[in-house]
């Protein structure tokens, strides 16, 4: 049974740092890409940052590109997302994605991961 579980999630001041974590189970992890996706109050889910199945490539949202970096370290199956700068417009409830296939060839888009864990919460003040 796939089964992904994030944690790290909490309230900091704009300009605060966080660490993301999500583990998983189940599955191959090394196999397939993996991907961070957020959404907030009111609106849809958005991707954020993805990275493939070896952790050679990873893609970045426009709006967290050079704030944000994804990790993946496969000996201990953890996906990290480091989150720095952070803005109010970054909170949101957080979550962790696993892909369709091993490269991300889609690393934004909803329909190209199939399972999800539960999200962790992240709020951000000004």
């Known amino acids: 049974q796939v089964q992904l579980v994030e944690s790290g999630g909490g309230s900091v001041q704009a300009g605060g740092s966080l660490t993301l974590s999500c583990t998983h189970s189940g599955f191959a992890y090394y196999t397939w890409c993996m991907a961070w996706f957020r959404q907030a109050p009111g609106k849809g889910r958005e991707g954020v940052a993805a990275?493939?199945?070896?952790?050679?490539?990873?893609y970045y949202a426009d709006s967290v590109k050079g704030r944000f970096t994804i990790s993946r370290d496969n000996d201990k199956n953890t996906l990290s997302l480091e989150l720095t700068g952070l803005r109010p417009e970054d909170t949101a409830r957080y979550y962790c994605?696993?892909?369709?296939?091993?490269?991300?060839?889609?690393?934004?888009?909803?329909?190209?991961?199939?399972?999800w864990g539960q999200g962790t919460q992240v709020t951000v003040s000004s």
């Open positions: 990275i493939s199945n070896g952790g050679q490539t990873a």
């Open positions: 994605a696993r892909g369709r296939s091993a490269n991300c060839y889609d690393p934004h888009a909803e329909s190209a991961f199939n399972y």
